[in-house]
């Protein structure tokens, strides 16, 4: 027989004329589901449906069955089955469930049905007393995945809503401010907005709007279906591009392909296949032009990948697939690929502007110079710029004038038409443009020092000072 207390049972009787199902009876009991850590408790729900004479043919006014009809082996085998055939590897496992709104409103209804009754008595039930269906469901189901599986993963289960005629209560009219509409102007009622609008409205109000104890449901929910999802990983490393022809990402203007690879692609292709990820999000530290090289250590990088299906490789591997980018392709090549953690990646952003980066740049100009004419400009430091955004990136850029300081130059006689000029610049100052001037929106600029007009015929990416990802050694 179920044990139930004697404080239990106005609570049993009331929820049972309401037509709550075992299990619920006893989340408002307190009673332990976790059948991982009490095996008493399956024997407590088989009492307490034989003592309570729980109909089967009835749903659940509160867990409209999930706890019954989604809560046992057959749907673990279904998880763990979905599991094996994604063909993960993992070491915990985290089960989910994302449950119906409504759950909450029902329960609120039924936590007031036996409220009053309760302190008749006087007996006290809060409402964070209650174990929540999600937790019962995570309890019973969490043991009997794990035995199927014989280790984790991270599972989420959806179930899915078949209560229409709920979603259209007087909520919104009770508590507008809970339920604000979108941008497509409807009204969302998640799960969020109704915990909240359940801890402002007043029971008097509440019984208002809604039936207490809540009404039979004709049906039980269903379950629309199970998915696995790994967290993600994080890959850092640094690149070099040798190609003067190579964009860092995909380039794509008005729906037209304009290069047939990117550096993104290059490193992305065999990382993706090592980690059998599903996805990734791309990021550097800066981003060069697609006609300009990036030499030296090379430009720090990062990729989310999403939803990995290999989540660890070793240092051997990572060596592997380090060797495997670089042999793909003789326009870029990689060093210093590692995994890194989440918290790891804020590291290459921060503090971004107030780095250094160095370059050399082949420039012309149209009057024929003379070695001495250039010497000066070796002598110039900590020169401040003023920066109008630049037409060629004024569609994707918002128009502003930024500051940037060049910390260092020098200069390398060619002809009298070339020379090599070197920069140590702030992140961020546009080279290009403060050679040509970009039409006086750059100010001061490289024609302006020389009283000639001058322009840029090559760039390097010499180095990119981030101190990060660590160096490992070759």
Not at 65 to 89: D, R, W
Not at 313 to 318: G, I, K, P, S
Not at 400 to 413: K, L, P, Y
Request: proline content about 5%; overall charge neutral; aromatic content about 6%.
């Amino acid at each position: 027989m179920l044990p139930l207390k004697e404080k239990d049972k106005p609570i049993v009787q009331k929820l049972l004329s309401a037509g709550c199902c075992a299990r619920c009876i006893l989340r408002f009991c307190l009673f332990p589901l976790n059948t991982n850590e009490n095996n008493k408790s399956h024997d407590a729900e088989d009492a307490a449906a034989v003592t309570l004479k729980e109909e089967e043919s009835s749903v659940c006014v509160l867990c409209l069955g999930i706890l019954h009809q989604f809560c046992g082996a057959p749907q673990a085998v279904k998880v763990s089955e979905t599991v094996k055939e994604e063909k993960y590897e993992f070491d915990t496992l985290v089960l989910s469930v994302s449950l119906p709104a409504q759950l909450c409103v029902r329960e609120h209804s039924c936590w007031l049905h036996v409220k009053k009754e309760v302190r008749e008595k006087g007996l006290v039930l809060d409402k964070d007393d209650v174990i929540q269906v999600k937790e019962a469901f995570k309890w019973i189901m969490q043991g009997l995945v794990a035995k199927e599986l014989g280790r984790g993963v991270a599972v989420v289960t959806r179930v899915g809503d078949l209560h229409d005629e709920e979603k259209n209560s007087c909520f919104a009219s009770a508590c507008p401010d809970c339920f604000k509409p979108t941008k497509n102007k409807q009204v969302r009622k998640t799960g969020m907005a109704v915990v909240k609008a359940l801890e402002k409205i007043s029971d008097a109000r509440f019984l208002k709007h809604y039936p207490c104890p809540p009404a039979q449901p004709s049906s039980c929910c269903s379950l629309q279906d199970v998915q696995c999802v790994h967290v993600s990983v994080f890959v850092a490393g640094r690149y070099n591009k040798f190609c003067r022809s190579l964009p860092q990402t995909p380039w794509v203007i008005d729906g037209e392909r304009r290069m047939e690879s990117s550096v993104e692609e290059l490193i992305a292709a065999p990382i993706l296949s090592a980690f059998r990820a599903d996805g990734f999000n791309f990021s550097s530290s800066g981003r060069e032009d697609v006609d300009v090289r990036t030499l030296g250590n090379g430009r720090p990088f990062a990729m989310e990948l999403l939803n990995p299906h290999k989540s660890r490789l070793n240092r051997a591997e990572m060596k592997q697939l380090q060797e495997t980018i670089n042999k793909s392709s003789e326009k870029i090549r990689v060093r210093d690929l590692q995994v890194v953690s989440r918290e790891a990646m804020s590291r290459m952003k921060e503090g971004e502007e107030e780095k250094t980066k160095s370059y050399t740049a082949l420039i012309w100009t149209q009057k024929p110079i003379e070695r001495e004419e250039i010497t000066f400009i070796d002598d110039i430091k900590e020169l401040t710029l003023d920066q109008k955004t630049p037409l060629r990136v004024l569609h994707r850029r918002a128009l502003a004038v930024r500051q940037r300081v060049i910390h260092s130059m020098n200069t390398r006689f060619l002809d009298p038409h070339h020379f090599y000029l070197g920069l140590k610049t702030q992140a961020g100052t546009y080279i290009k443009e403060f050679v040509h001037g970009d039409f006086g929106r750059t100010k001061p600029n490289l024609c302006e020092l020389l009283k000639t007009d001058t322009d840029i015929l090559e760039l390097d990416v010499e180095s990119v000072d981030v101190d990060w990802p660590p160096a490992i050694p070759e």
